[in-house]
């Protein structure tokens, strides 16, 4: 089979993460994707994490009834150590040895990813669906970078066709002021956000 792993904080989930997911499955032919949730034990996040058991459930209420997306907790039940994406495929391709596995992600990620802890080490073991966002030139950030460009045949770079770019940190940032964020969140999740005061403070 042909997996998609998309690894998020999923804080919150939105409809841009929905969308991107949908294209790429559609386009690329995967028969499911994984929502990899990042762990709130992660040390290398810039602010902490939402706790783990509310984000996944915000995820589960989301994806609901979907059949090609599947929650995977790998990461977020790792020890703190363990939580960067190359331990995370690595478990993963032992979890789903005859299968093929894409890391998918946007190309702000692309734009650091070099960069990232044990990044040289994920980048030559594994593929990666890249997803264009608006002011990132895919093709230059790869000629600009000499490991990426040593394993550009790693990358599948492809432009997502519709412009929902919706940040987690934006809907945060609403949600925080009191300002509507309906039709930004999966109802389900946002309902389930409302209720239990998330991203108030």
Request: glycine share 6%; net charge positive.
């Amino acid at each position: 089979m042909k997996i998609g792993v998309f690894g998020s904080a999923f804080d919150p989930i939105t409809l841009g993460h929905m969308v991107t997911m949908e294209m790429i499955s559609d386009r690329r032919g995967f028969d499911f994707i994984l929502l990899l949730l990042s762990s709130d034990k992660r040390i290398d996040k810039s602010r902490q994490l939402t706790a783990n058991f509310h984000r996944l459930n915000m995820v589960k209420l989301a994806i609901d009834g979907q059949r090609k997306f599947k929650i995977e907790t790998v990461e977020m039940n790792a020890a703190g150590w363990e939580t960067y994406t190359y331990y995370t495929m690595k478990k993963l391709a032992k979890k789903y040895p005859n299968d093929e596995l894409y890391f998918l992600m946007g190309a702000d990620n692309l734009a650091n990813i070099s960069s990232w802890k044990y990044g040289k080490e994920l980048i030559e073991s594994n593929r990666f669906v890249v997803m264009g966002r608006e002011g990132y030139d895919m093709a230059e950030m790869i000629a600009q970078d000499s490991l990426l460009t040593k394993y550009e045949h790693h990358f599948d770079c492809l432009s997502k066709g519709v412009k929902v770019e919706t940040s987690s940190s934006f809907i945060r940032s609403r949600l925080k002021d009191g300002l509507s964020v309906k039709y930004l969140v999966p109802e389900k999740a946002l309902q389930y956000a409302l209720a239990h005061g998330l991203y108030k403070e």
